[in-house]
């Protein structure tokens, strides 16, 4: 298992960061955002679980190429590759 690659990317007036996945299992190791930070999530290729890993919550979501994910803010998650080659792109929501 391996760290996610990070990128930043620019579309027009949209940023976000892009992450790569090259191996199946490779992880977005577990973050949190501030109240107005967080993000939503789009699947651009493969498949990612995300999960929750906050004490008092316990969720997980699957998403494949097309889904987006909004991500609640002040709560610890994770993005776990589900196949090789996956990318996803999180662009903030504040």
């Given at each position: 298992m391996a760290d996610a690659i990070p990128s930043l990317q620019d579309y027009n007036s949209l940023k976000g960061t892009r992450y790569?996945?090259?191996?199946?299992?490779?992880?977005?190791?577990?973050?949190?955002?501030?109240?107005?930070?967080?993000?939503?999530?789009?699947?651009?290729?493969?498949?990612?679980?995300?999960?929750?890993?906050y004490l008092d919550s316990n969720w997980e979501k699957i998403a494949k190429v097309g889904d987006v994910c909004d991500l609640p803010d002040e709560e610890w998650h994770?993005?776990?590759?589900?196949e090789d080659n996956t990318k996803i792109l999180n662009i903030p929501k504040g």
């Open positions: 790569e996945f090259p191996k199946k299992d490779d992880v977005l190791k577990a973050h949190y955002h501030s109240k107005g930070q967080g993000h939503i999530t789009i699947c651009q290729s493969g498949s990612v679980l995300i999960k929750s890993v994770e993005i776990i590759a589900l």
